[in-house]
């Protein structure tokens, strides 16, 4: 019997020698799925890069800054007033939108690192340094347009409907998030980079109501899981 000799090449598997019918269908059948993996390993376009460049929202903008300066913003870094940072409900952190004040035309690029506002009727809260660029410390609000400019996630469609989890736990090493992962059923690991380093949090569950997730953290303390409700990325 003559020895096969296989070659592979960017997952292509190719046959030196073969002897009979059954080895060509065989060929074959490996040809075909290697082509059909190759098709599916092709990245398809984010669905929102439909969007970039266009109106996400529209509504009021208010700043905040010495009251919160130097403490810590939702994703975990440091709030600096004078960043142009801001703070959006549902908006997933690190996405860059520009924010334009409708009533005098000026704009600004910022980048979502924080959570809010919670005031009614508010789309988005500014730093104060952003706000300075809109011209619109004195008032402390103002009419604006947000468009997308970038984000690395899919955004929601409903950008006004948040998301919330009960995290258990917050690790530099991933073996200790792990080893808190395997302790407790049905929870996962998120990994984040908060000013350069790499965190992994552990959440469970994942609820639209706010008020449910506190029942679930209530349930699971009695049970001796320690964790607290906080709202996360879409």
């Not at 660029?133 to 984000?151: F, H, Q, R, V, W």
């Not at 984040?192 to 349930?219: C, D, P, S, W």
Request: net charge positive; glycine share 6%; hydrophobic share 40%.
């Amino acid at each position: 019997m003559k020895r096969i000799q296989y070659f592979k090449d960017f997952g292509i598997v190719f046959v030196k020698q073969y002897q009979n019918s059954e080895m060509k269908f065989y060929i074959l059948f490996l040809l075909c799925i290697s082509f059909l993996t190759s098709c599916l390993a092709i990245k398809t376009t984010p669905a929102n890069k439909s969007i970039i460049g266009k109106k996400i929202e529209y509504g009021v903008a208010s700043w905040y800054g010495p009251g919160f300066h130097g403490k810590k913003t939702a994703n975990g870094e440091t709030f600096d007033m004078n960043a142009l940072t801001a703070a959006h409900r549902t908006l997933p952190f690190n996405t860059l939108v520009k924010v334009v004040n409708v009533k005098n035309g000026l704009s600004v690029t910022v980048r979502i690192n924080d959570r809010g506002p919670y005031a009614k009727n508010r789309v988005i809260d500014l730093s104060k340094r952003a706000a300075e660029k809109l011209k619109m410390i004195e008032s402390g609000t103002a009419t604006i347009e947000l468009i997308l400019l970038k984000s690395d996630r899919e955004i929601s469609k409903k950008l006004t409907t948040p998301h919330y989890a009960i995290q258990i736990g917050s690790y530099a090493s991933k073996s200790s998030a792990l080893r808190k992962q395997n302790e407790v059923k049905d929870s996962r690991i998120e990994e984040v980079f908060i000013e350069g380093q790499l965190i992994h949090r552990v959440y469970v569950g994942l609820f639209t109501e706010e008020e449910e997730a506190h029942k679930m953290n209530k349930i699971m303390a009695s049970e001796g899981i320690q964790g607290f409700v906080k709202q996360i990325e879409n």
